[in-house]
Structure formats: structure tokens, C-alpha cells
């Protein structure tokens, strides 16, 4: 340990001096037992040879160790800055090699980290974004009918549709945050899922419960195809919340009168889940980016919704090994497909 107190040139200062005293002592006790002096000047001479070559090596050795030095220290702020990744000789089994292999490494992890925050930041951004994009509308309803409410007078049936209107807004608002709640502990893992066995039809039932006020509203039909003792390995709460996304997205878009058809079937690895509504279908231009977060058609920004449901329910079902497809044809309306694996 307390070698490690010292520098590299005072421990061969201290290597050379020892050595000098141990040659010097030998070629003394070569003297007094031979008294031969020649015998002590070639030992001599062989000495003075020894420590020549010995400096030289030194020298060598001290030269290398320094161009390593600022070899190590150049690459390590490239590192820092992230411009410059660790040379590498996979030939050399040396010390020095092997420096280079945990280097490397030290410098791959620096850049999937650097490139995780990265992302994360980017995320981050982009959901700040959305929420002031999506929250920007319904306050600005909420401050202008206040407003109206505060410096004018009106009958007391004008006032209570101007309250009604706050409430509509306030839903929408509690919507949106209860949304981008669920989603963000989605996907930090703050929530995760748990699988069980469990019957299939009370999750589906959860699901269609939450829909049947609007649908009965809107006068929509509904069929539900599912065998009653069916047995999954999932998770049943959050299954359901991404079943309703499906089922409330279906009766958004399906004009009064029209119908949905939820129908189960069971298939030899996964478990198909097809919700079917009569509305006006998706353009096959629009298929691939309705999953994304907060995407709405322009020809539907007259309908109530945020945008999020499907992002939401592809999540949940993605995390649990399985997938959605959507096939539409407008307008006829559009099939929605859930696809959970059996184990």
C-alpha cells in the first residue's frame, strides 16, 4: 500500500541505487575472497554494461509509458465529449490490450446511456408539447365562458348552459390527465402487469359495461360472440381498459343507429379479440400513424376525443406479448384486432 505513495521515478531511482549497492557489495566479496583484479574489473565492466543497457530500457520504458499516458488521457476526454471512440488492437494480448477492451466497453455504455437520456429528453419534450397543445383548447373554453359568466347578465336557463359547457370542458380536462397518467406509468414502468389465469368474458364484460351508456344514447346495436368459460393468462384490468379504448373509439365513430360486434376466437397461440363497427372507416393512407399518441384524422376533429386511446390499448397489449392490426374500408367501417397469446 505504501508503494502506491510513490511516482514511477522515484521507485527506479530507489531500483537503480539498490542495485548499484547489491553490484558493489558482490564485486567486494569477489575481491576479497579471489583478490584477483582482474577478474574484478570484467565483473566491473560486465556491471557498468548491465546498467547501460538497464538505462536504456529505462528510458524506453518511461518513453512508452508516457505516449501511453496521453494516449489514455486524449481518448478519455474524447470520451467525455463523446467524438472519439477507444482505438483497439484485437492482435495484442497485453496489458495494455486489455486496458483497451474495458475502454471500449467503458465507452458503449457511455453511449447507450448518452443516447437513452437523449431519448428520454426527446420524450419528454414531445409530452410537454402535447399536453400544452391538447390542454390549450378546453382552458381557453373554460376562460372565455368564466369571463361571460362574470360580466354579464343573463337569464338563469342561459347560465346553466354556459355551467353545463364548463362541465363538458372539466371532462374533457380530467379525460386527458387520467389518459397521459395511465400512459406515463406505462411506460416507466411505475405500473407493471400482472398475468393470471383468468376468465376472459368478465374482462370483456368490464370492458363493454363502460360503453353501454353511450351506446344506448346513440341507439348503436351491440353483439357479443365469447365463450363463457374461457381461461386466459393475462391481466384482466388492464386488458379491459384497452378492450373499452377499442369498444369507446368504435362508438365515437359510429353514426346513431349503426352497430358494433365484439366476437372471440380462439386460435392454436393466440386469442383473437375483433371489434367491428359500421362507421366511416379509415383511408388505408391513415392506418399506419392512428396508434400514434394524440393523432387524430383531420376529417374527425369535429367528433369528442384527444387521440390516445389506441396508443393506449396497443401499449397494454404490446406488454403483454401481443399486437393490434386494423383493417378498414371506407365507409364501411373498420375491424379491429386483438391478438393476446394463450401463454
Known sequence: ?????????????????????????????????TGN??????????????????AVFLKFFQKKLSEFTDSLCRTLDGMIDGSEKPDMDFDAETSLSRI??????????MQASHCKIKDEKAELQSLISDISHQTKTPI???????????????????????????????????????????????????????????????????????????????????????????????????????LYNLLDNAVKYTPAGGSISVSVHEWEMYLKVDVTDTGKGISESEQGAIFKRF??????????????????????ITMQGGYIKVTSTAPKGSTFSVFLPKK
Not at 521515478?9 to 530507489?14: C, D, F, P, S
Not at 583484479?37 to 538497464?54: E, I, N, R
Not at 383531420?298 to 384527444?306: K, N, Q, S
Request: some cysteine.
Open 100 to 109: 483497451s477492451h474495458r475502454l471500449e466497453r467503458l465507452y458503449n455504455i
Open 295 to 316: 393523432y387524430r384524422e383531420e376529417a374527425v376533429h369535429d367528433i369528442d376525443g384527444i387521440g390516445i386511446g389506441l396508443y393506449l390499448a396497443r401499449e397494454i
Open 1 to 33: 500500500m505504501k508503494m502506491q505513495r510513490y511516482s514511477v521515478r522515484k521507485i527506479l531511482l530507489a531500483i537503480v541505487i539498490y542495485a548499484a549497492l547489491t553490484a558493489a557489495a558482490l564485486l567486494l566479496a569477489l575481491y576479497l575472497l
Open 37 to 54: 583484479v582482474t577478474l574484478v574489473l570484467c565483473g566491473l565492466l560486465l556491471t557498468a554494461a548491465l546498467f547501460a543497457w538497464g
Open 140 to 242: 381557453a373554453n373554460l376562460k372565455m365562458v368564466n369571463d361571460t359568466l362574470l360580466t354579464r347578465t343573463m337569464p338563469e336557463e342561459k347560465q346553466r348552459e354556459f355551467l353545463q359547457a364548463m362541465g363538458s370542458q372539466l371532462d374533457k380536462l380530467d379525460f386527458l390527465i387520467q389518459a397521459m397518467v395511465k400512459t406515463s406509468r406505462l411506460e416507466t414502468g411505475i405500473i407493471t402487469l400482472e398475468k393470471k389465469q383468468a376468465l376472459f368474458a368478465d374482462t370483456l364484460t368490464i370492458a363493454v359495461n363502460g360503453v353501454l351508456a353511450t351506446m344506448e344514447k346513440k341507439k348503436i346495436a351491440l353483439s357479443v360472440n365469447c365463450p363463457e368459460k374461457l381461461m386466459l393468462f393475462h391481466d384482466s384490468r388492464w386488458t379491459a381498459e384497452a
